[in-house]
């Protein structure tokens, strides 16, 4: 089949995320115009650092339940491939795991059978640490500091895997491929490339179906079906309501993407400088003009490291005298907390291992240093009080010694003793557990596209 | 009259840890053109509302989705103590006042 010359190749891209919730009725009816495979997205970096840093999903297990049941089902009635990407938030192998063990109560509830790829992202530390005394782990832009010690420290590093391990899996008979951290382009690229589809029509119908029907006008249920031929693409959604736009599918490229024209893969750049929009009929758009810039290969990589644990203090100020002298109040606030910790927790609480700090709800929390008006005093202001320490006891304590200045540190217009500081919550003190941070802005550069990354291939059955 | 009165959305987000992109979106190629021609969007007036060096502004005009985007990197990466916008969705807002003459 690799190397006939193909019309077209068609997908269907069921929802933006795994768990996000696929509609079965826009499912079905897509299905009825018999794609040729089913592949879904089920990770992303938005949500923060968590996910990767503790090897938990965002979605609950449930949600992802119901759509890879939905999306299983489909694949087998219909004997086409499934292929899931970054699965479980991070695509670490913890997430990977978490996700093929849904699979297997999936394919035992619904009596199917199921040749299944596993593939594994996360990356071996030695490994990496070699790669990086031979200079084959290169900065991305705002670069970022690398080391063997940011390596140890970190709690997990994946790799963003392309298209190549994807292919391997589909020419040994996968019926479903479970990919680890992927690029979400890659996963519908991976078949057209491998049939012999051009490389800029195959990415860019990659990149506008991985989002599902935000590609529409107006996002809402449904699903994406996409077509891709020698010379153009085809691009609809199945879905109440729903429409593809000249406009909407050009302006997919924007959406989280610091380039609207170039877009980056392990193999090379797509290129939709040339590319052109037009409406086919209401909701259907034809793309043509794409490329391909072939470039040498590299793999993005995302790791994450412990911050700390933090524990918080939520509550406001309504008090005008205090509004109008938040900045020097909270200041002498903050000296006198810095001042308790010293005498109760002593040596333990070194200024330099802890760090507090309060979010002006109603100032400036919310843009920082880009708020543009921060000067303008309301008439009442939120704070959360944020302390991150190397262990959650001493968090707590100094989210504990923060709760008594906050309520009583005097100012010289009331006389006598004042409670400044309204407490939503008895306890006041919620412990979050560890925080994590990205700790990597990098591409490796191995010395092909599959080394790292490990296949497993299982069949999945009752 | 400003920037936000004429263009259908104005949005933040970000685009990697990393990163903050902005776009800025017509509803009509006349609005997309009225926006463009006045020459109040550029590299160096968003450098100079988002406090910003000049040469870190990514600034792209996109006729054919009647846009225009800026990228900067992000002042704190996404989730480092002291970020309050995890998602980065709410960092838009001093380009609604934009005066477009």
């Not at chain 1, 190549?164 to 990919?179: R, S």
């Not at chain 1, 893969?265 to 003009?289: H, N």
């Not at chain 1, 929390?365 to 309301?378: R, T």
């Given at each position: 089949?690799?190397?006939?010359?193909?019309?077209?190749?068609?997908?269907?891209?069921?929802?933006?995320?795994?768990?996000?919730?696929?509609?079965?009725?826009?499912?079905?009816?897509?299905?009825?115009?018999?794609?040729?495979?089913?592949?879904?997205?089920?990770?992303?970096?938005?949500?923060?650092?968590?996910?990767?840093?503790?090897?938990?999903?965002?979605?609950?297990?449930?949600?992802?339940?119901?759509?890879?049941?939905?999306?299983?089902?489909?694949?087998?009635?219909?004997?086409?491939?499934?292929?899931?990407?970054?699965?479980?938030?991070?695509?670490?192998?913890?997430?990977?795991?978490?996700?093929?063990?849904?699979?297997?109560?999936?394919?035992?509830?619904?009596?199917?059978?199921?040749?299944?790829?596993?593939?594994?992202?996360?990356?071996?530390?030695?490994?990496?640490?070699?790669?990086?005394?031979?200079?084959?782990?290169?900065?991305?832009?705002?670069?970022?500091?690398?080391?063997?010690?940011?390596?140890?420290?970190?709690?997990?590093?994946?790799?963003?895997?392309?298209?190549?391990?994807?292919?391997?899996?589909?020419?040994?008979?996968?019926?479903?491929?479970?990919?680890?951290?992927?690029?979400?382009?890659?996963?519908?690229?991976?078949?057209?490339?491998?049939?012999?589809?051009?490389?800029?029509?195959?990415?860019?119908?990659?990149?506008?179906?991985?989002?599902?029907?935000?590609?529409?006008?107006?996002?809402?249920?449904?699903?994406?079906?996409?077509?891709?031929?020698?010379?153009?693409?085809?691009?609809?959604?199945?879905?109440?309501?729903?429409?593809?736009?000249?406009?909407?599918?050009?302006?997919?490229?924007?959406?989280?993407?610091?380039?609207?024209?170039?877009?980056?893969?392990?193999?090379?750049?797509?290129?939709?400088?040339?590319?052109?929009?037009?409406?086919?009929?209401?909701?259907?758009?034809?793309?043509?003009?794409?490329?391909?810039?072939?470039?040498?290969?590299?793999?993005?990589?995302?790791?994450?490291?412990?911050?700390?644990?933090?524990?918080?203090?939520?509550?406001?100020?309504?008090?005008?005298?205090?509004?109008?002298?938040?900045?020097?109040?909270?200041?002498?606030?903050?000296?006198?907390?810095?001042?308790?910790?010293?005498?109760?927790?002593?040596?333990?609480?070194?200024?330099?291992?802890?760090?507090?700090?309060?979010?002006?709800?109603?100032?400036?929390?919310?843009?920082?240093?880009?708020?543009?008006?921060?000067?303008?005093?309301?008439?009442?202001?939120?704070?959360?009080?944020?302390?991150?320490?190397?262990?959650?006891?001493?968090?707590?304590?100094?989210?504990?010694?923060?709760?008594?200045?906050?309520?009583?540190?005097?100012?010289?217009?009331?006389?006598?003793?004042?409670?400044?500081?309204?407490?939503?919550?008895?306890?006041?003190?919620?412990?979050?557990?560890?925080?994590?941070?990205?700790?990597?802005?990098?591409?490796?550069?191995?010395?092909?596209?599959?080394?790292?990354?490990?296949?497993?291939?299982?069949?999945?059955?009752? | 009259?400003?920037?936000?009165?004429?263009?259908?959305?104005?949005?933040?987000?970000?685009?990697?840890?990393?990163?903050?992109?902005?776009?800025?979106?017509?509803?009509?190629?006349?609005?997309?053109?009225?926006?463009?021609?006045?020459?109040?969007?550029?590299?160096?007036?968003?450098?100079?509302?988002?406090?910003?060096?000049?040469?870190?502004?990514?600034?792209?005009?996109?006729?054919?989705?009647?846009?225009?985007?800026?990228?900067i990197p992000r002042p704190l990466t996404q989730g480092e103590l002291g970020d309050g916008d995890t998602h980065g969705g709410q960092q838009f807002i001093p380009l609604m006042n934009v005066e477009i003459p």
């Open positions: 089949m690799a190397n006939e010359k193909l019309q077209q190749i068609r997908f269907i891209s069921p929802v933006g995320s795994v768990g996000g919730g696929i509609s079965s009725a826009a499912l079905d009816e897509a299905m009825a115009q018999a794609p040729d495979f089913i592949a879904c997205d089920a990770g992303t970096t938005d949500a923060g650092p968590f996910s990767l840093g503790t090897g938990t999903p965002a979605f609950p297990r449930e949600a992802v339940k119901r759509d890879l049941s939905l999306m299983l089902r489909a694949g087998r009635k219909a004997n086409i491939p499934v292929i899931l990407g970054s699965a479980g938030t991070a695509g670490g192998d913890v997430h990977v795991d978490w996700v093929l063990e849904i699979a297997r109560e999936v394919v035992a509830e619904h009596a199917l059978t199921l040749r299944t790829a596993v593939i594994y992202a996360e990356q071996d530390k030695t490994y990496l640490k070699r790669l990086l005394r031979e200079d084959r782990i290169l900065p991305l832009d705002p670069a970022r500091p690398i080391s063997d010690s940011i390596i140890d420290g970190s709690s997990r590093i994946v790799g963003m895997m392309g298209v190549e391990p994807l292919q391997q899996a589909i020419l040994n008979g996968a019926d479903f491929v479970l990919a680890g951290r992927c690029s979400d382009s890659a996963l519908f690229a991976a078949i057209p490339l491998m049939r012999g589809f051009p490389p800029g029509l195959a990415w860019h119908a990659g990149k506008i179906s991985e989002c599902g029907t935000l590609v529409c006008e107006t996002l809402g249920k449904g699903v994406i079906f996409t077509t891709v031929s020698q010379d153009e693409i085809t691009i609809r959604p199945y879905g109440a309501g729903l429409r593809c736009t000249p406009q909407s599918v050009a302006a997919h490229s924007l959406y989280e993407n610091s380039n609207p024209y170039l877009h980056r893969e392990c193999s090379g750049t797509f290129d939709l400088t040339k590319a052109s929009f037009e409406a086919i009929d209401g909701v259907t758009v034809r793309i043509r003009g794409s490329k391909f810039i072939s470039e040498p290969y590299t793999v993005k990589l995302e790791g994450a490291e412990l911050a700390g644990y933090q524990s918080i203090i939520v509550g406001g100020i309504r008090d005008p005298y205090i509004i109008r002298q938040l900045d020097e109040w909270l200041g002498s606030v903050r000296s006198y907390i810095d001042e308790s910790v010293a005498r109760v927790l002593g040596d333990k609480a070194d200024k330099s291992l802890y760090s507090i700090i309060f979010h002006r709800y109603g100032i400036n929390a919310v843009m920082g240093g880009l708020e543009p008006d921060p000067k303008h005093l309301p008439h009442e202001v939120g704070i959360v009080l944020e302390a991150t320490a190397p262990t959650q006891d001493m968090a707590h304590k100094l989210a504990q010694l923060s709760r008594q200045p906050l309520l009583h540190y005097p100012i010289k217009e009331w006389v006598g003793s004042i409670t400044a500081f309204a407490c939503l919550h008895n306890p006041a003190v919620i412990d979050r557990g560890p925080v994590y941070r990205f700790n990597l802005n990098h591409v490796a550069v191995p010395s092909t596209p599959v080394e790292m990354f490990r296949t497993h291939f299982m069949d999945l059955c009752v | 009259m400003i920037l936000a009165d004429i263009a259908n959305l104005i949005r933040s987000k970000n685009a990697g840890p990393f990163t903050l992109t902005f776009d800025i979106m017509f509803a009509d190629l006349a609005s997309y053109r009225r926006v463009k021609d006045s020459g109040a969007l550029n590299a160096a007036a968003f450098a100079k509302l988002y406090r910003c060096p000049v040469d870190k502004v990514h600034y792209f005009e996109c006729e054919n989705a009647l846009a225009f985007k800026f990228s």
